[in-house]
């Protein structure tokens, strides 16, 4: 089975500043990848998606990941964050199932902080 | 086109009660899946539906169960109630006509088991 690990539980920058989420993947196979956000008390929000067309990917909000096989890391930056950006994102690989159809398989989360 | 719709959105039910969670997919997407957030182990999958079979399960034991209507609505089932089953339950739907189908979510319902 696939998995994820991000690899901090917390991260906190200042507004204006960039922010880096780290992801490490492990499969055995070009996966499918994708990062979700998490606003308290909402549901999951897509925010992109790497299904092997190009390896640098752009999402919303002005959010990227970058598919690196030769690091396993699929890691999401932003430019600059924005006060709006505090919430927790998951990075996501999804598995073909057998009978048919997808299921997600969820890393821990990374919380991230954006300070005045 | 509406987003995925789950009701009700806050729950508070006893030990020993049963519940039943409701899905509305988006329109056309014909794939539910169901997922259970809780602190301690974080998002895992519960089962997921298609065209009204269960085709895919996680491992939760048999109290957890659901089902999917001929509109690809979808309800789930938790029987016998345990404090553990408090977390929040999300839904899923996707189009499913390729392998690599994006999953939307739901806002969640709240399950709090006293």
């Known amino acids: 089975a696939q998995s994820v690990t991000q690899l901090d539980s917390h991260v906190s920058v200042s507004e204006g500043t960039p922010v880096l989420l780290r992801c490490n993947y492990s499969s055995s196979y070009s996966p499918s990848l994708f990062w979700y956000v998490q606003h308290p008390n909402k549901g999951l929000q897509l925010l992109l998606k790497?299904?092997?067309?190009?390896?640098l990917v752009k999402g919303i909000n002005g959010f990227e990941a970058e598919f690196k096989k030769s690091e396993t890391s699929f890691h999401l930056t932003k430019p600059s964050a924005h006060m709006s950006d505090a919430a927790e994102y998951f990075c996501v690989v999804s598995d073909q199932l057998t009978g048919g159809g997808n299921k997600l398989t969820f890393g821990t989360g990374t919380q991230l902080k954006v300070e005045l | 086109k509406a987003g995925v719709t789950q009701t009700p959105r806050y729950l508070i039910k006893t030990r020993g009660q049963q519940v039943t969670l409701s899905c509305s997919p988006i329109?056309?997407?014909?794939?539910v899946s169901w997922y259970q957030q809780t602190p301690g182990q974080g998002l895992q999958f519960l089962f997921e539906?298609?065209?009204?079979?269960?085709?895919n399960k996680g491992n939760f034991p048999g109290r957890f169960s659901g089902r999917q209507f001929s509109n690809s609505r979808s309800e789930m089932n938790v029987s016998t109630l345990e404090l553990g089953d408090s977390a929040l339950y999300l839904c899923a739907s996707s189009t499913d006509r390729e392998a690599t189908d994006t999953q939307y979510f739901g806002p969640g319902t709240r399950l709090t088991v006293l």
């Open positions: 329109s056309g997407h014909r794939s």
């Open positions: 790497y299904t092997s067309a190009a390896t």
């Open positions: 539906y298609f065209s009204e079979t269960q085709r």
